[in-house]
């Protein structure tokens, strides 16, 4: 069972109306690029011009928090939940 990326609602339309995918990929960044590949309209809406997740999102992988820059570094094991999430700001 490969691991699962869960997309925020905001984009759905762009990932063919789907929020979860499932993704066989070794690392959270070759899930993300894998899913991009799938779903070309969220190549701008979820990744930056590097290839890395967008400054507007953060990641989880089974509830706890990835950094931004290790996320090619970041292994995936079958049945993980890699969530993306809107990132917020506190004050």
Do not use: K, Q, W
């Not at 691991?3 to 993300?32: H, I, K, Q």
């Not at 190549?43 to 996320?71: E, I, K, Q, W, Y």
């Not at 995936?76 to 004050?91: F, K, M, N, R, S």
Request: proline share 9%.
């Amino acid at each position: 069972m490969p691991a699962t990326v869960r997309l925020p609602g905001f984009l759905g339309p762009y990932a063919g109306g789907s929020l979860d995918a499932a993704v066989p990929a070794a690392t959270a960044g070759e899930a993300l690029r894998a899913l991009v590949r799938r779903h070309p309209g969220l190549g701008v809406r979820l990744l930056d011009a590097r290839g890395g997740l967008a400054s507007h999102l953060a990641a989880f992988r089974n509830g706890s928090a990835l950094p931004r820059a290790g996320l090619d570094e970041t292994p995936l094991a079958d049945g993980d939940l890699l969530e993306i999430v809107p990132a917020a700001a506190g004050g």
